[in-house]
Nanobody, 111 residues
Framework: QVQLVESGGGWVQPGGSLRLSCAASGNIVGIMDWYRQAPGKQREFVAR???????GYATSVKGRFTISRESAKNTVYLQMNSLKPDDTAVYYC???????WGQGTQVTVSS
């Protein structure tokens, strides 16, 4: 079974940038999503990329975050710019076709 492993989280000041990676242990095709869950809140959709490279974003991150994929490396990325304290959360990658989730990576935005 494919496993998903996120990396790239950490602490950053408001206005800063981070790039998250989601590496799959096998070939991944089709839709890949990023979600996030802040303390005390429900997990929420952040971004999606299809197998053909079409993308979609939550309103709260549109224009600041960019999702991309590198098929040769079975990896999906989330470039996060102009980060805000409200972006603080655990970020998860998700493979909807197989109902798979990664373990998450913590992103903290604070001064």
């Amino acid at each position: 079974q494919v496993q998903l492993v996120e990396s790239g989280g950490g602490w950053v000041q408001p206005g800063g940038s981070l790039r998250l990676s989601c590496a799959a242990s096998g070939n991944i095709v089709g839709i890949m999503d990023w979600y996030r869950q802040a303390p005390g809140k429900q997990r929420e959709f952040v971004a999606r990329i299809t197998g053909t490279g079409n993308t979609g974003y939550a309103t709260s991150v549109k224009g600041r975050f960019t999702i991309s994929r590198e098929s040769a490396k079975n990896t999906v990325y989330l470039q996060m710019n102009s980060l805000k304290p409200d972006d603080t959360a655990v970020y998860y990658c998700h493979l909807p076709m197989d109902l798979l989730w990664g373990q998450g990576t913590q992103v903290t935005v604070s001064s």
